[in-house]
Nanobody, 116 residues
Framework: QVQLVESGGGLVQPGGSLRLSCAAS????????MGWYRQAPGKQRELVAV??????NYADSVKGRFTISRDNGKKTVYLQMNSLKPEDTAVYYC???????????WGQGTQVTVSS
């Protein structure tokens, strides 16, 4: 069984920063693509950022502000969020994807609230 544990969410003022973490209970972390998604109330879940090997991709709304990274030794993926806006308020979810088996797993989600 794959388990993903997210942390780092919270309340932050506009312009502030947060770093989300997602630790994976897998044997070999480096073989999986990892992504961050978010879902705001009344909206569909959207892809925020993905990292696979040395390649990263970002949603247009977060380019230049968010950075996804991973530490394969710690089996953890991170999302550094800078210059946060109220529009970034959402539940953020970690996703692990195996291209070999075409299967994916979700974390429990962590709340990010950007407000004065």
């Amino acid at each position: 069984q794959v388990q993903l544990v997210e942390s780092g969410g919270g309340l932050v003022q506009p312009g502030g920063s947060l770093r989300l973490s997602c630790a994976a209970s897998v044997t070999i972390f480096s073989i999986y693509a990892m992504g961050w998604y978010r879902q705001a109330p009344g909206k569909q879940r959207e892809l925020v950022a993905v990292i696979s090997g040395g390649s990263t991709n970002y949603a247009d709304s977060v380019k230049g502000r968010f950075t996804i990274s991973r530490d394969n030794g710690k089996k953890t993926v991170y999302l550094q969020m800078n210059s946060l806006k109220p529009e970034d308020t959402a539940v953020y979810y970690c996703n692990l994807h195996s291209i070999l088996t075409s299967t994916g797993y979700w974390g429990q989600g962590t709340q990010v609230t950007v407000s004065s």
